[in-house]
């Protein structure tokens, strides 16, 4: 036998208190003072060793009811089966995981209320007890302190769900660091009540439990479910404009075993349903939906995607932001500049274009990083520090134009265009230069699908513009123009995220009419709107950091991301034209961020509008059995896993394998049985 607070056993020194009084009080004699021996009373007469057995039994029953209260108060209690039983003198700390996963139900109760119910009947074994620790997927402020039963009570009516999920690896850390703080001289132990989902539980094979603690994993029988979630979205063309038809495609991932039949998807933009479409997605597996819409007017868009999934429902909305016919800038950086400003004039027709154009001589190689296309048009030369932010603008994903001057310089060019891929090029010594026709554009390339009209292409049959080529080079890339010799004149070569055309002689009119040719227009056009860089249509809570395209930073500006009357001040930076946000968790906050519509802030002006979902980790519903959990951590033996627990079994079988059976109730009736039996004594004495 074992006592749980051995510092009450002290209070068998009261024993002594009765055995004073009896030892003082056995010889006592009453005297009776009279007057006459007719009022003798008449007494029962009584030998000396009956009398001495009544008050040894009395003085016995008040050193047993004195000794079992103390008993009692120092509750004592058979060890348990376990050979690492806990122990109510350290640490308790315990993790109830209330991720989105733990909304899913069991026999119409919650994962979350099954664990919670495991959790209050374990504090009822806890009673009394002043260094409990609650912990949570929030890691708040608040759960670093140690605290009685009774709190820890009241702080379960006021859990809810968290919008980030834990690995297992990263709760047991924060369960030492905490119980760290509090230095503790007995055996702490630690207790995770969760789903063990695998998708969110890390990697649980290389998890080492310090054999100081002991841990009590206590998993909720997780049933999986099937479960459909909107994986990601995306457009079919980096650019759309308003009015036209455009094509958003949405990946919808399956969780469960059964193929889902006919899910109906909805594509509401700025709270009006747009679209509709139907998808089987098979088991464990994806499928692709399009939605065909058209957008009215400029600006930001708030779309969403929702569907009916039961009894799942946490993933069953997806948010995202279009950005409909965005502002394209163009930097136009000239040498040999045609006398009739093709450039310029060409994007100037058009409000969707921002051109900055800059000499050569007066030119900041740093603007390039705030264009989506640089027109590179009769530069002599590429000098080093322009070549080198040519080639950081392409790796960036950004577009490059190059039109050649009338002598340019083999050397110079010869290094920058290796760097794209591009070999073999070769200067023409064009003294006379004879324009030749080009040949008809090939009308089933995509870039030319959506360029002409019919009229046009008539007109192209019939007339087509003349160049003449100042240089060549290898075969290389999509060739988009070429001459009716075949030579190439106009050439779309990628590289990364980023394209370089390649034009084959300089616009002005002794080498073609290129420039003034019907041809010219929609194919500069179509150069810029394939420059724009794809848009991210959606960010995740946890992609740390996201990065953001901004036209204009003002320095030392604090930007804010701000939902209703929510406003945060995330950790942030500036690379260029590049913002770089760091979304704060929710135990940086004090309570988490719902999924939705964030405004961008700078100096109480909107300049974006991004849309941040949670992430889709836990709607994968596959979870870790019993049997695989004991199969993980077989080799450590202060590791308990419990299963097959009903709503009441827990506690019972906790106790029994771990605190032992409890005696203290028993000493307390002991107590209360000598009391009424001395009281018994005393009245059969008289």
């Known amino acids: 036998m074992s006592f749980l607070f051995p510092a009450f056993l002290w209070g068998l020194l009261a024993i002594s208190v009765p055995i004073a009084v009896h030892i003082f009080n056995f010889r006592r004699t009453k005297r009776v003072f009279f007057t006459n021996v007719a009022f003798l009373k008449a007494v029962e007469t009584q030998t000396r060793s009956v009398r001495k057995i009544k008050h040894w039994l009395i003085m016995a029953a008040r050193i047993l009811a004195i000794a079992c209260l103390a008993f009692a108060f120092a509750q004592p209690y058979l060890p348990g089966k376990s050979e690492a039983a806990a122990s109510r003198k350290g640490i308790t700390s315990l993790y109830l995981d209330n991720s989105f996963s733990m909304q899913s139900e069991s026999n119409t109760k919650r994962y979350i209320d099954l664990a919670t119910g495991h959790l209050s009947d374990l504090l009822g074994l806890f009673r009394n007890v002043t260094s409990l620790q609650l912990v949570t997927n929030d890691f708040s402020a608040q759960e670093q302190g140690l605290y009685r039963t009774d709190k820890i009570r009241d702080v379960l009516t006021t859990v809810g769900l968290s919008h980030t999920p834990r690995t297992l690896e990263d709760v047991y850390k924060r369960q030492e660091n905490l119980i760290s703080r509090h230095q503790s001289s007995g055996r702490n132990q630690l207790f995770w009540f969760s789903d063990f989902q695998k998708s969110t539980a890390g990697n649980l094979a290389n998890l080492k439990i310090d054999t100081t603690n002991q841990l009590f994993i206590v998993p909720v029988q997780a049933i999986p479910e099937k479960n459909i979630y909107v994986d990601s979205a995306w457009l079919s063309s980096p650019f759309i404009r308003e009015l036209q038809n455009n094509i958003l495609f949405v990946k919808v991932s399956n969780a469960g075993k059964e193929e889902a039949k006919n899910v109906v998807l909805k594509l509401t933009l700025d709270n009006t349903q747009a679209s509709t479409a139907s998808v089987n997605v098979p088991a464990n597996g994806s499928a692709t939906a399009q939605f065909n819409f058209n957008l009215k007017g400029k600006g930001y868009k708030k779309g969403q995607i929702t569907f009916d999934d039961f009894p799942v429902v946490f993933d069953n909305n997806y948010y995202f932001v279009l950005n409909a016919s965005p502002l394209i800038r163009i930097s136009h950086i000239y040498g040999e500049q045609s006398s009739g400003n093709y450039i310029t004039n060409v994007y100037a027709n058009d409000s969707l274009f921002a051109v900055q154009s800059s000499s050569i001589n007066n030119l900041d190689p740093g603007s390039i990083k705030n264009a989506d296309m640089v027109v590179l048009e009769g530069v002599s030369q590429v000098n080093g520090t322009l070549s080198q932010e040519l080639q950081q603008f392409?790796?960036?994903?950004?577009?490059?134009?190059?039109?050649?001057?009338?002598?340019?310089?083999?050397?110079?060019?010869?290094?920058?265009?290796?760097?794209?891929?591009?070999?073999?090029?070769?200067?023409?010594?064009?003294?006379?230069?004879?324009?030749?026709?080009?040949?008809?554009?090939?009308?089933?390339?995509?870039?030319?699908?959506?360029?002409?009209?019919?009229?046009?292409?008539?007109?192209?049959?019939?007339?087509?513009?003349?160049?003449?080529?100042?240089?060549?080079?290898?075969?290389?890339?999509?060739?988009?123009?070429?001459?009716?010799?075949?030579?190439?004149?106009?050439?779309?070569?990628?590289?990364?995220?980023?394209?370089?055309?390649?034009?084959?002689?300089?616009?002005?009119?002794?080498?073609?009419?290129?420039?003034?040719?019907?041809?010219?227009?929609?194919?500069?056009?179509?150069?810029?709107?394939?420059?724009?860089?794809?848009?991210?249509?959606?960010?995740?809570?946890?992609?740390?950091?996201?990065?953001?395209?901004?036209?204009?930073?003002?320095?030392?500006?604090?930007?804010?991301?701000?939902?209703?009357?929510?406003?945060?001040?995330?950790?942030?930076r500036v690379t260029g034209n590049q913002l770089l946000l760091d979304i704060p968790e929710g135990d940086q906050l004090g309570e988490g961020l719902d999924a939705g519509y964030f405004e961008l802030v700078q100096d109480n002006k909107v300049e974006q509008i991004i849309a941040l979902n949670h992430n889709n980790k836990e709607s994968r519903l596959d979870y870790y059995s019993p049997e695989e959990l004991k199969t993980l951590f077989a080799g450590q033996k202060n590791v308990q896993v419990f299963q097959n627990l009903d709503d009441s079994a827990f506690a019972r079988e906790f106790q029994q394998q771990n605190l032992g059976t409890s005696l203290w109730k028993y000493f307390l009736y002991a107590a209360l049985f000598f009391l009424l039996a001395e009281i018994a004594l005393i009245r059969f004495k008289k």
Do not use: C
């Open 394 to 572: 392409v790796s960036n994903g950004g577009s490059i134009s190059i039109i050649p001057p009338a002598k340019p310089d083999r050397n110079s060019y010869e290094g920058l265009l290796r760097s794209f891929g591009i070999n073999g090029l070769s200067v023409e010594n064009n003294v006379n230069p004879e324009p030749l026709p080009l040949a008809a554009p090939d009308r089933n390339n995509p870039f030319f699908s959506d360029v002409f009209e019919e009229s046009v292409r008539q007109e192209l049959s019939l007339n087509l513009p003349t160049a003449a080529p100042v240089w060549s080079w290898a075969a290389s890339g999509q060739k988009l123009l070429s001459l009716r010799n075949g030579q190439q004149y106009l050439s779309r070569i990628t590289k990364g995220n980023g394209k370089i055309y390649l034009f084959a002689s300089p616009l002005s009119t002794e080498y073609g009419n290129m420039a003034q040719h019907a041809i010219f227009v929609p194919v500069m056009y179509k150069m810029a709107a394939m420059s724009v860089r794809a848009q991210r249509t959606a960010f995740t809570f946890d992609e740390n950091p996201i990065t953001l395209q901004l036209d204009k930073i003002t320095p030392n500006t604090t930007f804010k991301l701000r939902r209703d009357k929510t406003e945060i001040i995330p950790v942030q």
